[in-house]
């Protein structure tokens, strides 16, 4: 299967899981109770909640320019752009393929190579995953939750392991047993060669420990900002959520929505805010209703962010050393 049949093939079967998802949460709630829970809604707390959310993002650019320092400066602004033009197209396409698309747009206009761009983006993605992870396991603790949510929790960390594991791994594959044969049979596709090069250049900001040490403190501040906006999204709608509620809530769908779904994790979105609901005792209508408020407005946080970067990308010419590299 070509590159493009493999997309499309991942795009279809992202989009089944969002239909099927969002079919199981549907079934579970009274979408006439739904509606008159989310128009109960009090504004003074979903602005706080839009506020919180705004937050979150711009630590999340801010990470992400620390990460990519290593490499080449980058005007925090810019890279917010690019971010928030990556979130956009997570809302429309699926598979998570905005990080692709972050990536191409970072590395065309600021001269840097695509493939060095996509590393730093998934050291940020296994910097972000780990953190996240822990704050779940620390909020299963303290609330002595068990069945399926403590069990997608375990894991996420098992598989967070072996995300830094294949990290570390990558970094220091140059030193391993046989590295030398590895390097040579590879030199024979120099495309390959180059591309594996450029991205371990990406990866490498990962073995900078004050690098590190920022982008995981940037981190579970951006996290704490998620969660507490879900603490004001339940407010809202009078659902008082304790800090370790809220952030099992929060951490429970973003770890669901780490699966590859639709445009915008339609569906393992509101599904998992059901699913956990339950085991918190809230109501599925009242928990439905949470998660469409919360995702709408995500949503629109990340659309209307993501269209303004892209006209300001638009507007700023392609780098011209950057005509050839990947």
Not at 43 to 58: E, N, R
Not at 282 to 303: E, K, M, N, R, Y
């Amino acid at each position: 299967m070509n590159g493009n049949g493999g997309r499309i093939a991942r795009g279809a079967i992202g989009v089944a899981i969002s239909v099927v998802a969002l079919f199981l949460a549907v079934r579970q709630v009274d979408l006439d109770g739904t509606a008159k829970v989310i128009s109960s809604a009090a504004p003074g707390w979903l602005i706080l909640m839009l506020a919180l959310q705004l937050a979150d993002v711009t630590m999340r650019g801010l990470r992400w320019q620390r990460l990519l320092a290593r490499i080449q400066h980058v005007p925090y602004a810019r890279v917010l752009d690019y971010l928030l033009v990556g979130y956009l197209a997570n809302n429309v396409l699926p598979a998570r393929l905005g990080e692709l698309v972050r990536s191409h747009y970072l590395g065309d206009r600021e001269g840097l190579s695509r493939t060095t761009a996509l590393g730093t983006v998934v050291v940020e993605r296994i910097v972000d995953t780990a953190v996240l992870v822990v704050i779940a396991s620390v909020a299963i603790l303290i609330l002595q939750v068990r069945g399926v949510v403590a069990s997608a929790v375990l894991v996420g960390v098992a598989l967070t392991g072996l995300l830094i594991v294949a990290l570390a791994v990558a970094l220091v594959a140059h030193r391993l047993p046989g590295a030398d044969r590895m390097v040579a049979s590879v030199a024979r596709w120099p495309r390959v060669r180059d591309l594996a090069g450029r991205l371990r250049g990406g990866l490498a900001v990962a073995s900078q420990p004050r690098t590190m040490g920022a982008a995981v403190g940037l981190s579970v501040v951006a996290w704490a900002a998620s969660v507490t906006s879900f603490a004001a999204a339940g407010q809202s709608i009078g659902l008082e959520l304790t800090i370790a509620q809220a952030t099992l809530l929060c951490s429970g769908i973003a770890l669901a929505t780490a699966i590859p779904s639709g445009p915008g994790y339609l569906g393992t979105f509101e599904l998992a805010a059901v699913t956990i609901g339950n085991v918190l005792g809230v109501p599925a209508d009242t928990a439905f209703a949470l998660a469409l408020i919360a995702h709408v407005s995500i949503l629109g946080v990340t659309s209307v962010g993501g269209m303004v970067g892209f006209i300001r990308i638009w507007r700023r010419a392609p780098a011209a050393a950057h005509a050839t590299a990947g």
